[in-house]
């Protein structure tokens, strides 16, 4: 689904990812995690083509994003961003109605319908549909973010810190939901958090990242059992 080949990327002298080469399969679930200003945003804004690496190649789908079409790309994936991303003076209904709108479907009850379908599916009431998203809690907000991402049929969602500014008790929910609607959906999903229990709980594998390089790439398991260097060992020694 997801491949990068040698990927540089510098901003100014500060060189943020160091030849990175990895790749995310179809419906896997991949968690990335590591120190602030690692490298982590700059890659997933590197996968939907929001930055362009200075060298290395960038394959989504098996299409290098040099080639591909930006915008019919960004509306196949799905981007869910910690307290933003959904537009302010549109109800919860049109936001998750926003890109099949753009991308034709107009019957209105039709998306009416699949609106509400999807709020019940992140566990929301119907009633939310008319709201705005001034209107809703944090919690409520990123589960708007993703039946949106999943009204565009994304098969591939791009979470970056989605859940970080929620208590533990919601966050723990939206985990749980998420887990489920992955498996139900087979959608890939690239996932940053800052918290490592949510790395090892939701990652079939995790990224560590370590000054824009793989520090380890495996699953939970093996990264709890062979921690590759000190400094996975001292992040998941808090697991
Ligand atoms: N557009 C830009 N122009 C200049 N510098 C940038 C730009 N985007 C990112 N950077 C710098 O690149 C580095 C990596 O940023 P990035 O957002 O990828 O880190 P991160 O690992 O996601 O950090 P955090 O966990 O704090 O969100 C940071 O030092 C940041 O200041």
Do not use: W
């Not at 019919?72 to 961003?81: D, K, P, S």
């Not at 933003?84 to 019957?107: A, D, Q, R």
């Not at 087979?186 to 793989?214: S, W, Y």
């Amino acid at each position: 689904m997801i491949r990068l080949e040698h990927v540089s990327k510098s901003f100014g002298t500060q060189k943020v990812l160091d030849d990175l080469s990895l790749s995310v399969n179809e419906g896997e679930f991949l968690t990335v995690i590591g120190r602030s200003g690692c490298g982590k945003t700059t890659m997933l804004r590197l996968i939907n083509g929001l930055q362009k690496p200075d060298s290395g190649d960038v394959y989504v789908e098996g299409l290098n994003i040099k080639d591909a079409d930006l915008i019919a790309l960004r509306r196949r994936t799905g981007y869910v961003i910690q307290n933003k991303g959904l537009f302010p003076h549109m109800t919860v209904e049109k936001n998750i109605s926003y890109v099949p709108v753009i991308s034709g479907h107009k019957n209105k009850e039709e998306n009416r319908r699949k609106a509400i379908r999807l709020l019940k599916l992140v566990g929301l009431d119907e009633s939310m549909a008319d709201r705005y998203p001034s209107e809703l809690s944090g919690g409520q907000q990123q589960r708007v973010g993703i039946a949106r991402a999943l009204a565009a049929e994304a098969k591939l969602l791009l979470m970056d810190e989605p859940f970080g500014a929620l208590d533990e008790i919601t966050k723990r929910a939206l985990q749980d939901e998420m887990l489920a609607l992955q498996e139900k959906l087979h959608m890939t999903v690239v996932f940053i958090t800052h918290d490592i229990r949510e790395a090892m709980k939701l990652g079939d594998r995790v990224l560590v990242m370590e000054q824009g390089r793989i520090a380890q790439l495996d699953t939970p398991e093996m990264i709890r059992r062979h921690p590759a260097d000190a400094f996975v060992r001292e992040l998941t020694a808090s697991d």
